[in-house]
């Protein structure tokens, strides 16, 4: 009988994933905007898209990032969702996908979708790193002598306690 080999005797190779919250308008808009990614070729990387890639922004997706899309847009059409948004599972290569078609000034009714969709978007992909600098950049401030006239440098007396 052979000994099987256990979990943590082998690094982990799971992708990260962070989440996305998307309500109705977002969802509907993303998927609207995506187009089926097909491998034409084996072996190649090289791909078509169901859709016609015209003037339009439209980005090619795999499935499975289209599904996960399909999924949100089930969920915050169901009546019984009550207007609730739904969460998605995303890595950083949908997030980039989804980077593409959050164009600023996308509005459906009053909801900025697009501005909205690139602020998750980047706080998903950078928003900790942002953070941890801002925080760096708050206890360096703590650090710095605050100087109101760089001209002049005040010199200790001797009678001055270090």
Same mark, same amino acid.
């Given at each position: ?17 962070? #989440? ?8 509907? *808009? ?9 491998? $034409? ?5 090289? #791909? ?73 978007? *980047?706080?998903?992909?950078?928003? $900790?790193?942002? $953070? ?10 703590? #650090? ?17 306690? #270090?």
């Amino acid at each position: 009988m052979t000994a099987q080999p256990h979990d943590e005797d082998y690094p982990s190779t799971a992708i990260p994933t962070k #989440f996305l919250s998307l309500t109705r308008n977002e969802a509907l *808009y993303l998927d609207d905007s995506l187009t089926m990614m097909l491998d $034409t070729t084996e072996g190649l990387v090289v #791909f078509a898209t169901m859709r016609p890639m015209a003037s339009t922004i439209c980005v090619p997706a795999p499935v499975d990032l289209i599904e996960k899309i399909a999924i949100a847009v089930l969920s915050t059409l169901d009546a019984e969702n009550e207007g609730r948004g739904h969460v998605i599972e995303v890595n950083e290569g949908d997030l980039y996908c989804l980077r593409e078609l959050a164009q600023s000034y996308v509005k459906i009714g009053d909801e900025q979708v697009g501005y909205n969709l690139k602020r998750k978007i *980047y706080r998903a992909l950078y928003g $900790t790193e942002y $953070t941890l600098g801002r925080q760096l950049e708050d206890v360096l401030d703590g #650090f710095t002598p605050m100087v109101k006239d760089p001209q002049t440098i005040v010199a200790p007396s001797h009678d001055d306690e #270090f």
